[in-house]
C-alpha cells in the first residue's frame, strides 16, 4: 500500500532533465508538442525493425528493466516486455502476487531492492493514481520511471500509441474530429488521450457519455460533451471507444450492461453516423456486446489490432528516449 496523492499537472522539471531531454514518462499533460512529435517519429522509425527476419537492435544492450505490474495486464505488459527485448535489454518481469510485497514489504522497501539489482529502469502499472509519480520521486537518480497506468489519472504510453495509430491512418490532426466514448470518468486512457490530442492541435475532441460517466468540469479538459451517441458520432473521423470500467465504479452508475449497450453501444447503424472513412480503436480489454459489437470490432474500420502492434515501436521509442539514446541512431 502507498499514501494516496492526488497527481495534477507535473513541473516540467519532473519528467524531463535539464536540457530539456525526456527521463521520466508519467503523464503527457504539461509535456510540449515538440516532444510528442519527437516520440512519434522515433516510434515510426522503429517499425520497420518489426518487419526484419532478425527483431533486434542493441541500443539498450547491458540496460536493466523492471515490469512492476501491480494491476492485471495483457497488451501493456508483453508489448513493454517485447519493446525492451527488441532494444536488446535485459528484462525482468516481477510477479507481485509472489513477491515479497504479499508478505508486508513496502512498495518503497522494494524499489530498493531492486535498485540494489543495477536496474535502470521501472515501468510501473499500479491501481492507485499517483503511484508512478510517487516512484519517480524516489528513484535513484540514473532511474527511469514510465507510467504503465496508474488509477484513474493516466495511461500516457497507450494515448501516444493510439496518436501514432491515428496518425499512420489520417495524417494531420489537425483537421480531425476525433470522438472517445464511453466511460469517461473512470478512464487514464481518454484523459491520457484528450491532452495528448489537444497538445498536438486537433481540429476537434468530443466526448460521448451517458452524465454519470463524465467528470465533473470535462469542458475544462478541451472537450466538446454529447449525451447522445448518434448526435456525437455524426461525421467524426475516429471513434475511440473505451471498457466500462466496472472494477473502479462505487455505486449504481448505469442501470444495466443491456440498458448501456442499447444507448451507447457501437453498432454497425450507429457507425454510419460518423464519416465513411472513419477508423473506430479500443485500447482493450473489449467487452463484445457491451460497449462495441463484434462486427464493428472485427469490422474493415476497426485499428484495434493494429493499435496493439504500434504499440511495440512507440513503447520502444519511450524507452530509448528516456535511458538517453540520442535521436539519429534510433533504429
Ligand atoms: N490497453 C491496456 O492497457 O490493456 P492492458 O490492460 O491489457 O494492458
Known sequence: MIA???????????????????????????????????ILER???????????????????GKTIFNLFFEPSTRTRTTFELAAKRLSADVMNMNINV????????????????????????????????????????????????????????????????????????????????????????????????HALNTLNTGEVRVIAPKTLLPANVRNLGVHVFHSLTDGLKDVDVVIMLRLQKERMTGALLPSEHEY??????????????????????PGPVNRGVEIASEVADGPQSVILE??????????????????IPSGVAA
Request: hydrophobic share 45%; with cysteine; proline share 6%.
Open 261 to 282: 449497450y442499447r444507448l451507447y453501444g457501437l453498432t454497425p447503424e450507429r457507425l454510419e453516423y460518423a464519416h465513411p472513412d472513419a477508423i473506430v480503436m479500443h
Open 4 to 38: 494516496p496523492i492526488r497527481p495534477g499537472p507535473l513541473p516540467a522539471s519532473m519528467q524531463l532533465t535539464e536540457d530539456g531531454r525526456l527521463r521520466h514518462f508519467l503523464t503527457i499533460e504539461g509535456l510540449p508538442a515538440t516532444l510528442l512529435n519527437e
Open 307 to 324: 493499435q496493439v502492434s504500434n504499440g511495440i515501436a512507440v513503447r520502444m521509442a519511450l524507452m530509448s528516449m528516456c535511458l538517453g
Open 99 to 194: 513477491s515479497a510485497t504479499k508478505k508486508g514489504e513496502s512498495l518503497l522497501d522494494t524499489l530498493r531492492n531492486l535498485e540494489a539489482m543495477h536496474s535502470d529502469m521501472f515501468v510501473v502499472r499500479h491501481e492507485q493514481s499517483g503511484a508512478a509519480q510517487l516512484i519517480a520521486q524516489h528513484v535513484a537518480p540514473h532511474i527511469s520511471v514510465i507510467n504503465a497506468g496508474d488509477g484513474r489519472h493516466a495511461h500516457p504510453t497507450q494515448a501516444m500509441l493510439d496518436v501514432f495509430t491515428i496518425r499512420q491512418h489520417k495524417g494531420d490532426l489537425t483537421a480531425l474530429r476525433i470522438a472517445i466514448v464511453g466511460d469517461i470518468l473512470h478512464s487514464r486512457v481518454a484523459r491520457s488521450q484528450i
Open 43 to 61: 516510434a515510426n522509425s522503429f517499425l520497420s525493425i518489426t518487419a526484419q527476419p532478425v527483431k533486434k537492435v542493441p541500443l539498450l544492450r
